[in-house]
C-alpha cells in the first residue's frame, strides 16, 4: 500500500478562484453588452459609443451615458432606419433573449482560468 500527502493551499485556491471570477464577470459584461447594443437605438452612434467607452465590464456594468440615454431607453417609437433590430430597454431585451449564450461564455472563461 502506497501513502500519498495532498497539501492544498487553500489562499491559493481562493485566489485563483477569485481571479477566474471576474475574468469571467468582464468576458460576459462585454459579452452582453455586444448583444444590447444589437438592440440600441441608433441615429448618430453617440448612444452606442457611450456604452463602449463608459461601461465597467471588470464590475459588470453596462452603461449608456448620453444626456438622453435614459429617456431612450424608456419612452418613444424607436426608428428602425439605421437598426431595423432598436428596441425599447434594448439591455433588457438583450439580456431576456441572450442570457444563457452569455452564462456559456462565462462558464468557458471561468474554465478557462482554472
Partial sequence: MIKVNVTMDKAKVSRDIEKASEYAMEVGAQEMLKYANDYVRLDSGALKESSIRDSDFKKGELKWTTEYARKMYYIGTPSKDRNPK???????KAKKLHAKDVEKVMQKALESKL
Fill in 86 to 92: 432598436a428596441s425599447l430597454r434594448w439591455a433588457h
